[in-house]
């Protein structure tokens, strides 16, 4: 089972742009047929799907976040990113990556403030 | 928008038995949506339970099971432990997009 690690600004400020990343350990981002996600879960709130990438780069995201989300794939370093744009305090949430859907990141809180 | 719908919470005694269910605004709930379960515990991450309506991981407890029911996906916990207590959620796929169900709370009393 592969082990995945998010990393990124745990403050970012209203209007911004959130980045995090995904480190994946002990096994490779391109080997199998794997999907990696991102979910977000606000504080006393369910899960959220935001979207997900292939190793190829093919990318699907929520409708509802769509026109925000941005996420990327880097087989060279074994990580995959997510963009999301124009920040408000409903994007506050803890931050999950996972391999499809096997195996989840610890998670990393996001808040979104000045 | 889509809308995956469960129950919002459950109450069951230990060693009794309880099935969760997991519904789509879109309609019956088939394999084609590829159902997942998770159980996350306070201040933890997700850990999958299901995956593909009824396929379990080498760590699903074998008390833990999947299926369809009445145009749903359904999770049912047999001889329910202690440790069972837990937010629940499902995940269905809807043609590209992925969907979490708004999760169940069960409490083990």
């Known amino acids: 089972q592969v082990q995945l690690q998010e990393s990124g600004p745990g403050l970012v400020k209203p209007s911004q742009t959130l980045s995090l990343t995904c480190t994946v350990s002990?096994?490779?981002?391109?080997?199998?047929?794997?999907?990696w996600s991102w979910i977000r879960q606000p504080a006393g709130k369910g899960l959220e799907w935001i979207g997900r990438?292939?190793?190829?780069?093919?990318?699907n995201y929520n409708p509802s976040l769509k026109s925000r989300v941005t996420i990327s794939v880097d087989t060279s370093k074994n990580q995959f990113s997510l963009n999301l744009s124009s920040v408000t305090a409903a994007d506050t949430a803890v931050y999950y990556c996972?391999?499809?859907?096997?195996?989840w990141g610890q998670g990393t809180l996001v808040t979104v403030s000045s | 928008q889509t809308v995956v719908t469960q129950e919002p919470s459950l109450t069951v005694s230990p060693g009794g038995t309880v099935t969760l269910t997991c519904a789509s605004s879109?309609?019956?709930?088939?394999?084609?949506?590829?159902p997942n379960w998770f159980q996350q515990k306070p201040g933890q991450a997700p850990t999958t339970l299901i995956y593909?309506?009824?396929n379990k991981h080498s760590w699903t407890p074998a008390r833990f099971s999947g299926s369809l029911l009445g145009g749903k996906a359904a999770l049912t916990l047999s001889g329910v432990q202690p440790e069972d207590e837990a937010d629940y959620y499902c995940?269905?796929?809807?043609?590209?997009?992925?969907?979490f169900g708004g999760g169940t709370k069960l409490t083990v009393l």
């Open positions: 879109t309609g019956a709930v088939t394999s084609g949506y590829y």
């Open positions: 996972a391999r499809e859907y096997d195996s």
């Open positions: 990438i292939y190793s190829s780069g093919i990318t």
């Open positions: 002990g096994g490779s981002i391109s080997s199998g047929s794997y999907f």
């Open positions: 593909s309506t009824s």
């Open positions: 995940l269905l796929y809807h043609g590209g997009a992925w969907v």
